[in-house]
């Protein structure tokens, strides 16, 4: 088996392994934080019904961020929804056969890298371009959107300017899936998009891009305004005495 081939396996096994077992620990964590206070953001649902309803219209909309920004909203929420479709793309990668709602989105897909990459720098310019959102950007907030970018920009590279061995690199993701590795082609453009991606696999249960699964575990989010008619008491303040 070739050394190449070897050595990016190991490297998104690695990036696997720190990605999932790094967002079990993060969640694991979010779970055990105790949240003493009744502070759902008003106007707010009274029931858990209402609160469910409230966390998809976040996920899905982006409600609360469409009120506080329509600049911000147009980017952040373009970059997601063309992530998501990005995402679905891949998946032929990893399956044989391929589903069909997969095939479908094949050609929506190929685009949708474009409106990914329009959306981030949309949102790296307003880090530079926003007074008060470029005196609290750090340069972590700004690796991060480089290095999305950069993964963007290279698969784009990919698909409209050097193709890359498709069906020799399906075989090398599907050998990683079922433990039988293949060679990988040697494309510098994949082989750094590949890097990239394990970066950012890395570093994601470490950064604030782990705000995705934060969203369920904030307490202004999550809370239903129902103060008179339920005490609010956390689990670790409930002892002996206390009710």
Same mark, same amino acid.
Do not use: C
């Given at each position: 088996?070739p050394?190449?081939?070897?050595?990016? @396996? *190991?490297?998104? +096994? $690695?990036?696997? #392994?720190?990605?999932?077992?790094?967002?079990a !620990?993060?969640? %694991?964590?979010? &779970?055990?934080?105790?949240?003493?206070?009744?502070?759902?953001?008003?106007?707010?649902?009274?029931?858990?019904?209402?609160?469910?309803l409230?966390?998809?219209?976040?996920?899905?909309?982006?409600?609360?961020?469409?009120r506080?920004?329509?600049?911000?909203?147009?980017?952040?929420?373009?970059?997601?929804a063309?992530?998501?479709l990005?995402?679905?793309?891949?998946?032929?990668?990893?399956?044989?056969?391929?589903?069909?709602?997969?095939v479908?989105?094949? @050609? *929506?897909?190929? +685009? $949708?890298?474009? #409106?990914?990459?329009?959306?981030?720098?949309? !949102?790296?310019? %307003?880090?530079? &371009?926003?007074?008060?959102?470029?005196?609290?950007?750090?340069?972590?907030?700004?690796?991060h959107?480089?290095?999305?970018?950069?993964?963007?920009?290279?698969?784009?590279?990919?698909?409209?300017?050097r193709?890359?061995?498709?069906?020799a690199?399906?075989?090398?993701t599907?050998g990683?899936?079922?433990?039988?590795?293949?060679?990988?082609?040697?494309?510098?453009?994949?082989?750094?998009?590949l890097?990239?991606?394990?970066?950012?696999?890395?570093?994601?249960?470490?950064?604030?891009?782990?705000?995705?699964?934060?969203?369920?575990?904030?307490?202004?989010?999550?809370?239903?305004?129902?103060?008179?008619?339920?005490?609010?008491?956390?689990?670790?303040?409930?002892?002996?005495?206390?009710?």
């Amino acid at each position: 088996m070739p050394a190449l081939a070897v050595a990016y @396996a *190991v490297l998104l +096994y $690695a990036a696997a #392994a720190a990605l999932v077992v790094g967002v079990a !620990l993060r969640v %694991r964590l979010y &779970l055990r934080t105790p949240a003493p206070l009744k502070i759902p953001t008003t106007p707010a649902p009274t029931t858990q019904r209402g609160v469910a309803l409230l966390l998809a219209r976040e996920v899905v909309f982006f409600e609360s961020l469409f009120r506080s920004s329509k600049w911000t909203w147009i980017f952040g929420w373009t970059f997601h929804a063309a992530l998501l479709l990005v995402l679905l793309r891949h998946l032929r990668y990893f399956q044989q056969p391929v589903w069909q709602p997969v095939v479908l989105v094949q @050609a *929506v897909g190929a +685009y $949708a890298g474009i #409106a990914m990459v329009a959306g981030l720098a949309g !949102l790296w310019a %307003r880090r530079w &371009l926003v007074d008060r959102v470029r005196y609290i950007s750090t340069p972590s907030d700004h690796l991060h959107l480089v290095l999305l970018l950069a993964i963007g920009l290279s698969g784009l590279a990919m698909r409209f300017v050097r193709h890359t061995d498709i069906v020799a690199l399906k075989a090398f993701t599907l050998g990683l899936l079922r433990l039988d590795l293949q060679p990988l082609p040697a494309d510098p453009l994949l082989l750094l998009h590949l890097a990239l991606v394990a970066l950012l696999m890395a570093i994601f249960p470490i950064s604030k891009l782990l705000h995705a699964p934060g969203l369920f575990f904030s307490p202004t989010r999550n809370q239903a305004d129902n103060p008179r008619e339920q005490r609010h008491l956390t689990p670790w303040a409930a002892g002996p005495g206390r009710n």
